[in-house]
């Protein structure tokens, strides 16, 4: 699975939002960004992912971050 808690393949804007215990099997503990996008203050707390980013998995595009904050995520 990808993105425990969201899978985009468009770019996006994350605002203003908490991520906490998601899990994803593949990539993208609690974001799976296709296209990339925008993060800003946003908090990412103890996700997982079994392969590869445990918070965030960006996959091409840009990817931007303001005010993000990562906390024990595997």
Do not use: P
Not at 17 to 23: A, D, E, G, H, K
Not at 51 to 57: K, L, N
């Amino acid at each position: 699975t990808w993105g425990g808690a969201i899978c985009s393949v468009k770019t996006m804007l994350v605002k203003n939002t908490s991520f906490t215990n998601n899990q994803a099997g593949s990539a993208g503990g609690s974001l799976y960004l296709y296209q990339g996008g925008s993060m800003e203050a946003c908090t990412f707390s103890e996700n997982q992912a079994g392969f590869s980013g445990g918070a965030v998995y960006h996959k091409a595009g840009a990817l931007q971050g303001k005010d993000v904050t990562f906390n024990r995520n595997q």
